[in-house]
């Protein structure tokens, strides 16, 4: 069974900083994009950037220069460094991760269960 798990979420003062952690556990071929999501209060899940397995970023425009996505491959890992932080930032940040169980098998999407992240104006 694959597992997401995040890790770093916080208060955070506006203008502050917060890095966002999640590791991808279980048994598993191989993990391809994965990427951050967020969910505020009464809005849709929304794409806050992702990364391919060669290391390509994605952004959404809203955390362009400001957010910075990477990845440990040999960790199955995946992080999310957040500078400047808004009070419109706040939501609840999921990890997703597109991982293929085994050799032949689909890629499926998997979720992590979420971090809250509060920015404080």
């Known amino acids: 069974q694959v597992q997401l798990v995040e890790s770093g979420g916080d208060l955070v003062q506006a203008g502050g900083s917060a890095r966002l952690s999640c590791i991808v556990s279980?048994?598993?071929?191989?993990?391809?994009?994965m990427g951050w999501y967020r969910q505020a209060p009464g809005k849709q899940r929304e794409l806050v950037a992702n990364?391919?397995?060669?290391?390509?970023?994605n952004y959404a425009d809203s955390v362009k220069g400001r957010f910075t996505i990477s990845r440990d491959n040999a960790k199955n890992m995946v992080y999310l460094q957040m500078n400047n932080l808004k009070p419109e930032d706040t939501a609840v940040y999921y990890c997703?991760?597109?991982?293929?169980?085994?050799?032949?098998?689909?890629?499926?999407?998997?979720w992590g269960r979420g971090t809250q992240v509060t920015v404080s104006s």
């Open positions: 990364i391919s397995s060669g290391g390509s970023p």
């Open positions: 279980g048994r598993f071929f191989g993990i391809y994009t």
């Open positions: 997703n991760g597109a991982v293929r169980r085994w050799a032949g098998a689909p890629v499926s999407n998997y």
